[in-house]
């Protein structure tokens, strides 16, 4: 599990080949069965499959906030080949930003156990992508999360002095900072 865990990273260039459908419906369905607050399930999801649909979705969202865009967007041809987008239905009591979290963390680790990558993309024009959905009153788009088949790999290594920004090596790969567990484990009781 662990090694599933330091695998599932996030992704931004991604083979062109189509996520077959049934691994999208799996991960809105890990995403359904997560853990919520007082078991609300507030939440809702579109798949954007189309490749008209996701294209018309592509320049609606912003990658990679820690590289210049040359290095974070993925160019064309690297693109991802789906998105979900994360909803969560105000009409519903009991919202939750914590529940939100928990169905990201399923539907990305469901994609992942079949080998398709993804990244959460919160920095998103919400106003046109609401508008593109055709979400209804009262439904208020949280997150897109893109889907794809990684086109490079994803790394741990270990944060130096404090620095969390990843980048990207040599091979275009990414370089993921996560500070050791002696700076994140304050003690055990």
């Known amino acids: 599990m662990m090694e599933f865990l330091r695998t599932r990273r996030t ?53 990679a906030a820690s590289l210049p865009p ?19 239905d105000e009409r519903l009591p009991g919202c939750s930003d914590t529940d939100v979290g928990l169905a990201m963390g399923s539907m ?10 993804s990244c959460l993309m919160g920095s998103i024009d919400r106003p046109a992508l609401t508008e593109l959905l055709a979400l209804p009153e009262g439904v208020k788009l949280r997150y897109m999360v893109a889907f794809g088949y990684p086109s490079h790999q994803s790394h741990l290594v270990t944060a130096v002095d404090g620095n969390t920004k990843y980048y990207l090596d040599d091979a275009r790969d990414y370089c993921v900072p996560k500070r050791p567990m002696e700076e994140v484990l304050l003690k055990t009781l």
């Not at 040359?70 to 969560?88: D, M, N, R, T, Y």
């Open 70 to 88: 040359e290095l974070g967007c993925p160019k064309p041809g690297e693109q991802p080949v789906a998105f979900i987008a994360v909803l969560q």
């Open 11 to 63: 992704y931004r260039r991604f083979e062109q080949r189509p996520v077959a459908p049934e691994i999208l419906t799996e991960a809105v369905e890990a995403a359904r069965i997560a853990s919520c607050g007082n078991n609300r399930q507030t939440l809702k999801y579109v798949i954007v499959q189309s490749p008209e649909a996701v294209a018309a979705v592509q320049p609606l969202v912003h990658w």
């Open 108 to 117: 990305t680790a469901a994609a992942w156990a079949h080998g398709v990558g």
